[in-house]
């Protein structure tokens, strides 16, 4: 099957790099964005999100005129769907945006088309949500046009990259469907193509998660564990690592952003009955922030008045995300124990956060205080140097939450060091 135009529906963390990456191959596409900020930004040149690599891009397929952006869907060859699943507050996936953009589609969809679903979805979605949606219009679904799953898997900070190397899993309703998402995927990916069925990719992408987020769970746990018996996590994964079978994820301040520490759920809400494990891990993760609190606590047992600079509010390095941010819940908690808490973000310097002061830079968050928290690995962070740092501060007590300080130059620079899971080296 032949693309000559196609329309991308939700421009965000992967609408955009999607639309733009099949611009830059030299498809013409439409890129459809409900939010009127995120157009009129866009039409100003403006890339309403950080990722490396994708200013660049944008202004290059704007240019050449290959990508432009609209209100709603116009007439194609291809639908992508790239609208976010959140969850309700009872951690029900809201399928409302995927909805929403399938009925947007209805008036402009023809003989002939492909829709493609890249929403991470719940087990069905595609067969039981978009497909009756897509058929108000009259036509049939593998009959009229196709149909298919494929789900997006890149990592942000590396989307750009990934995007076009990461193997492409393309579930159809039908072999056809299947097959015309090949050839639409192959224009953009260099990586292996896997054709399956709709529910198989839907499956298939909510297990990757999941499996990260239960391997992320157990590293949580050892870090409380380490904690209770006067263990250092970070040596103890080192060791247990070099097990040519055993490799142990990061511990941190929890699991966030809008892919991990929400799929998993999706797979809990449709098969409560078997889930326990799934749920239990989520569980870990989402309370990680009172074990760091806890942990916090035990060094400084009364946090009232005491100035904290707490460094990163991003759900993880390098990203100007803050979605589902485990180290905004550390800077609520904080803030709740009376602390007087400075919070710096270097990817969000606009941000602020209700009863937390945020500060520009981070000599104004250094400035005055007496605890230093490292919340996330940011490069920036995790290169600073401790000398430096102890003369823009009068801070002699530190601790890191995601071992990104070297704790030997930290203590040489004045700093008592302390980390998430390491009762060993504890100082007090
Ligand atoms: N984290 C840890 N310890 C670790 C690794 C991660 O605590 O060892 C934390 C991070 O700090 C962050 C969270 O987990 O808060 C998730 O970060 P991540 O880097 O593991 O994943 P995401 O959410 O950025 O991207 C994931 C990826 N999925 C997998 O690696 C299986 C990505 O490929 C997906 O495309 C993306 O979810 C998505 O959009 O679903």
């Known amino acids: ?26 498809i013409r596409v439409t890129g459809v964005d409900n939010n009127p ?9 403006k890339v309403h999100i950080f990722e490396p690599g994708l200013n660049e891009l944008v202004k290059e397929v704007f240019e050449n005129g290959r990508l432009e952006v609209s209100d709603q869907p116009v007439e194609a060859d291809a639908f992508i769907i790239a609208v976010p699943t959140p969850f309700y507050d009872e951690k029900k996936a809201d399928l409302r945006f995927v909805r929403a953009a399938a009925e947007s589609i209805l008036p402009v969809l023809r003989t002939g088309n492909l829709v493609v679903l890249e929403s991470t979805s719940p087990p069905l979605t595609t067969l039981n949500v978009v497909k009756p949606i897509l058929e108000r219009s009259g036509l049939h679904a593998g009959k009229d046009f196709l149909l298919a799953y ?37 224009i953009i990916v260099e990586g292996e193509i896997v054709l399956t069925d709709a529910t198989t990719s839907e499956m298939v992408k909510l297990m990757e998660n999941t499996y990260r987020d239960v391997n992320i769970a ?34 941190g301040p929890g699991v966030g952003g809008h892919c991990i520490s929400v799929d998993p759920w999706f797979l ?21 922030p009172e074990f760091v609190m806890d942990s916090i606590k035990r060094l400084v047992p009364d946090l009232k008045g005491k100035r904290i600079a707490a460094l990163g ?14 180290a905004i819940e550390v800077v609520h908690h904080l803030a709740k124990a009376g602390a007087q808490v400075k919070a710096f973000e270097p990817f969000r310097t606009d941000f602020t956060l209700a009863g937390v002061q945020t500060v520009t830079t981070l000599d104004e968050a250094l400035t005055d205080s007496e605890i230093l928290v490292l919340l996330v690995g940011h490069s920036q962070f995790k290169t ?31 700093f008592t060091l302390e980390r998430l899971g390491d009762r060993k080296n504890t100082k007090r």
């Open 384 to 414: 600073l140097d401790p000398v430096a740092v102890a003369k823009l501060t009068p801070a002699r007590l530190a601790f890191d939450t995601v071992n990104g300080w070297q704790r030997e130059r930290w203590q040489q620079a004045g």
């Open 313 to 326: 509010l991003a759900f993880k390095p390098d990203v100007d995300d803050l979605r589902e941010s485990p």
């Open 1 to 26: 099957m032949d693309f000559g135009h196609i329309c991308i529906v939700g421009l965000g963390y992967i609408g955009l790099p999607t639309a733009s990456m099949f611009a830059h191959k030299g």
């Open 150 to 186: 494929s789900p997006e898997r890149v990592l942000p900070g590396q989307i750009i990259k990934e995007l076009v190397e990461n193997a492409r899993v393309i579930g159809g309703i039908d072999h056809a469907s299947s097959t015309a998402g090949q050839d639409l995927y192959k």
């Open 37 to 45: 900020q995120v157009i009129d930004s866009l039409r100003q040149g």
């Open 268 to 288: 809990v809400e449709a098969a409560p009955d078997l889930t326990s494990l799934i749920r239990t891990s989520r569980e870990v993760n989402d309370t990680q």
């Open 218 to 251: 157990i590293a949580n746990e050892f870090s409380r564990l380490a904690d209770r018996f006067g263990v250092d996590i970070w040596e103890a994964i080192g060791i247990a690592n070099r097990h040519p079978r055993v490799r142990i994820l990061n511990p």
